[in-house]
């Protein structure tokens, strides 16, 4: 007596053979994906009840660095730094630190009192507090400090 075979023996091979080929895939994909933020400010945008918080991380920043301002319910963050050129004669081996400038622009759902803003910067890290407004009031573009 003859002994008949699986039929889904071929499609479980063929499965299976496309399985590991899209492993493969992927190991080179997260192989060659930058591990950095590209857009190069990281935000959290909190909702808390009555305002909204902002957090951007901005490593190597100084605060003087830093530009913030509030035009309706958009929030612009934006930092430049340039970095030291040395005159001397130094040959590197390897040289990754440079000038930069960074930006992003978040999008608000809701007015918020520009009057009352504040924002602080402490180890890298940007907290914009930004109370949300009660009464319809005409939109102007406003500067923010950082303390």
């Given at each position: 007596?003859?002994?008949?075979?699986?039929?889904?023996?071929?499609?479980?091979?063929?499965?299976?053979?496309?399985?590991?080929?899209?492993?493969?895939?992927?190991?080179?994909?997260?192989?060659?994906?930058?591990m950095w933020?590209?857009?190069?400010?990281?935000?959290?945008?909190?909702?808390?009840?009555?305002?909204?918080?902002?957090?951007?991380?901005?490593?190597?920043?100084?605060?003087?660095?830093?530009?913030?301002?509030?035009?309706?319910?958009?929030?612009?963050?934006?930092?430049?730094?340039?970095?030291?050129?040395?005159?001397?004669?130094?040959?590197?081996?390897?040289?990754?630190?440079?000038?930069?400038?960074?930006?992003?622009?978040?999008?608000?759902?809701?007015?918020?009192?520009?009057?009352?803003?504040?924002?602080?910067?402490?180890?890298?890290?940007?907290?914009?507090?930004?109370?949300?407004?009660t009464a319809?009031?005409?939109?102007?573009?406003?500067?923010?400090?950082?303390?």
């Open positions: 007596m003859m002994r008949r075979s699986n039929p889904f023996d071929e499609f479980e091979d063929l499965f299976e053979r496309m399985s590991k080929q899209f492993e493969g895939m992927n190991r080179q994909v997260e192989e060659t994906r930058p933020n590209t857009t190069g400010i990281s935000v959290d945008v909190a909702d808390e009840d009555d305002e909204y918080v902002v957090t951007a991380d901005m490593p190597g920043f100084e605060k003087e660095d830093i530009d913030l301002s509030l035009s309706g319910r958009t929030l612009t963050v934006s930092g430049s730094r340039e970095m030291a050129r040395d005159d001397d004669s130094s040959e590197y081996l390897r040289r990754e630190r440079r000038s930069e400038s960074v930006s992003r622009t978040i999008r608000l759902p809701e007015d918020v009192r520009e009057d009352d803003t504040h924002a602080t910067y402490s180890n890298g890290v940007l907290t914009v507090h930004l109370p949300k407004r319809s009031e005409e939109d102007d573009s406003h500067r923010i400090d950082i303390d």
